[in-house]
């Protein structure tokens, strides 16, 4: 005790004699620096963080440094959102101040200490801090899925569930990341907070993350990979999911020009090209086109069946026609249809039929014959 420490008693216990009052012993503070939990594990690539008391007997300035920090490493000494070198502390009350230790990705497995000093007017303490250092297999990150497969049509959104769990020692905050074919949207959240990016998850836990894919308009029919990655300083995580697109059967039927008209002779063959458009999400296979006409017309294709046609693309048949050789001249409905599977098309085709040129020429021939045939009538009787 010091003679400044000893006066202030000596004066505190005669007041309290004088006012006949007994005294009170209050227990002073022992000068120390201390911390719950001096021995730490931790992953590489991490930061750990230990609380510190200093307590002093009396109110003054304790300075603190760290020592043995490993090369690589650093330490830092934090109080009030700062780095400090120094606190006030003194009395019942122990100044709070948080150590700081960044251990680098690449740092060798095994235990570092690092030592803490507070220096005060009554000497210097020192707080060894013990950080062990796991190797490869010490910590890691998993994610799994118990159906990593769906189906669905185009239309459909596929949502997974994915198990993401932190086997190391230290709490990681883990940035979440989704990745499809292209024109795919891939959304990844913590399955409590649809607006999350990240997922925070303490040493030895595990959290729920839901996954959404969304295949673009235009998919076709087909098993589709996605990757779900999660990661954390040099650590990562990756699930394998897949999407499998049933897709949808449909197909369409028109012209080249989208003219729906044709014009033939009776009796003689005229040709229509029509276009058959695959507009479904699945290969079409077998595709035929036939057609509804009138009675004693014939119709004819090229080709005659299609053996497939992909999802978007389009093939152009040729129709040939040929009315019956009795038929009027006027307007016919030719009805034409395509058909590939479950899909179906339909078009109708407005036939204007023509009298044949040779009847014309018949025609005349056989005018000029009657004018001939009077001409030698008239010269023959015409005087009798």
Request: no cysteine; aromatic share 6%; glycine share 10%.
């Given at each position: 005790?010091?003679?400044?420490r000893?006066?202030a008693?000596v004066?505190?216990?005669?007041?309290?004699?004088?006012?006949?009052?007994?005294?009170?012993v209050v227990?002073?503070?022992?000068f120390?620096?201390t911390?719950?939990?001096?021995a730490?594990?931790i992953?590489?690539?991490n930061?750990?963080?230990?609380?510190?008391?200093?307590a002093v007997?009396?109110?003054?300035?304790v300075?603190?440094?760290?020592?043995?920090?490993?090369?690589?490493?650093?330490?830092n000494?934090r109080?009030?959102?700062n780095?400090?070198?120094?606190?006030?502390?003194?009395?019942?009350?122990?100044?709070?101040?948080?150590l700081?230790?960044?251990?680098?990705?690449?740092a060798?497995?095994g235990?570092?200490t690092?030592?803490?000093?507070?220096?005060?007017?009554?000497?210097?303490?020192?707080?060894?801090?013990?950080?062990?250092?796991l190797?490869?297999t010490?910590?890691?990150?998993?994610?799994?899925?118990?159906?990593?497969?769906?189906?669905?049509?185009?239309?459909?959104?596929f949502t997974?569930?994915?198990?993401l769990?932190?086997?190391?020692?230290?709490?990681?905050?883990?940035?979440?990341?989704?990745?499809?074919?292209?024109g795919?949207t891939?959304?990844?959240?913590?399955?409590g907070n649809?607006?999350?990016?990240?997922?925070?998850?303490?040493?030895?836990?595990n959290d729920t993350?839901?996954?959404?894919?969304?295949?673009?308009?235009?998919?076709?029919?087909?098993?589709?990979?996605?990757?779900?990655?999660?990661?954390s300083?040099?650590?990562?995580?990756?699930?394998?999911l897949?999407?499998?697109?049933?897709?949808?059967?449909?197909?369409?039927?028109?012209?080249?020009?989208?003219?729906?008209?044709?014009?033939?002779?009776?009796?003689?063959?005229?040709?229509?090209?029509?276009?058959?458009?695959?507009?479904?999400?699945?290969?079409?296979?077998?595709?035929?086109?036939?057609?509804?006409?009138?009675?004693?017309?014939?119709?004819?294709?090229?080709?005659?069946?299609?053996?497939t046609?992909?999802?978007?693309?389009?093939?152009t048949?040729?129709?040939?026609?040929?009315?019956?050789?009795?038929?009027?001249?006027?307007?016919?409905?030719?009805?034409?249809?395509?058909?590939?599977?479950?899909?179906?098309?339909t078009l109708?085709?407005?036939?204007?039929?023509?009298t044949?040129?040779?009847w014309?020429?018949?025609?005349?021939?056989?005018?000029?014959?009657?004018?001939?045939?009077?001409?030698?009538?008239?010269?023959?009787?015409?005087?009798?």
């Amino acid at each position: 005790m010091t003679r400044t420490r000893l006066a202030a008693f000596v004066l505190s216990a005669g007041l309290l004699l004088i006012t006949g009052i007994s005294p009170v012993v209050v227990a002073a503070a022992t000068f120390n620096v201390t911390t719950p939990y001096p021995a730490v594990t931790i992953q590489p690539g991490n930061t750990v963080t230990f609380n510190l008391d200093v307590a002093v007997p009396t109110p003054e300035r304790v300075d603190l440094a760290v020592s043995g920090t490993p090369s690589g490493w650093t330490a830092n000494l934090r109080g009030g959102g700062n780095i400090v070198n120094a606190v006030f502390a003194g009395g019942a009350t122990a100044a709070a101040v948080q150590l700081s230790i960044t251990v680098p990705p690449d740092a060798t497995p095994g235990s570092q200490t690092l030592t803490v000093t507070a220096s005060a007017s009554e000497g210097s303490r020192t707080l060894p801090i013990e950080v062990t250092v796991l190797g490869a297999t010490g910590g890691a990150i998993t994610m799994t899925s118990a159906f990593p497969q769906l189906s669905g049509a185009p239309s459909s959104t596929f949502t997974y569930s994915v198990a993401l769990a932190n086997t190391g020692t230290q709490k990681e905050t883990y940035t979440l990341q989704g990745q499809g074919p292209a024109g795919w949207t891939v959304s990844v959240h913590p399955s409590g907070n649809a607006q999350a990016l990240t997922d925070t998850i303490d040493g030895g836990g595990n959290d729920t993350l839901s996954v959404t894919a969304q295949p673009p308009t235009t998919v076709a029919a087909g098993a589709y990979p996605l990757q779900v990655t999660a990661t954390s300083g040099a650590q990562s995580a990756n699930a394998a999911l897949e999407a499998d697109v049933t897709g949808t059967p449909a197909l369409t039927m028109s012209t080249p020009n989208q003219v729906l008209n044709a014009q033939v002779t009776a009796g003689s063959t005229g040709t229509v090209s029509l276009v058959v458009t695959n507009t479904g999400s699945t290969i079409l296979q077998a595709v035929s086109v036939t057609a509804a006409a009138p009675t004693g017309w014939t119709t004819a294709f090229a080709p005659a069946t299609i053996a497939t046609i992909q999802p978007g693309a389009s093939v152009t048949v040729i129709a040939t026609v040929k009315p019956s050789s009795d038929a009027l001249a006027g307007d016919y409905d030719v009805t034409y249809t395509a058909t590939g599977g479950a899909a179906t098309g339909t078009l109708d085709i407005r036939t204007t039929v023509q009298t044949s040129p040779l009847w014309g020429f018949i025609g005349l021939v056989l005018i000029a014959l009657v004018i001939v045939g009077l001409g030698w009538v008239f010269r023959r009787f015409g005087r009798r």
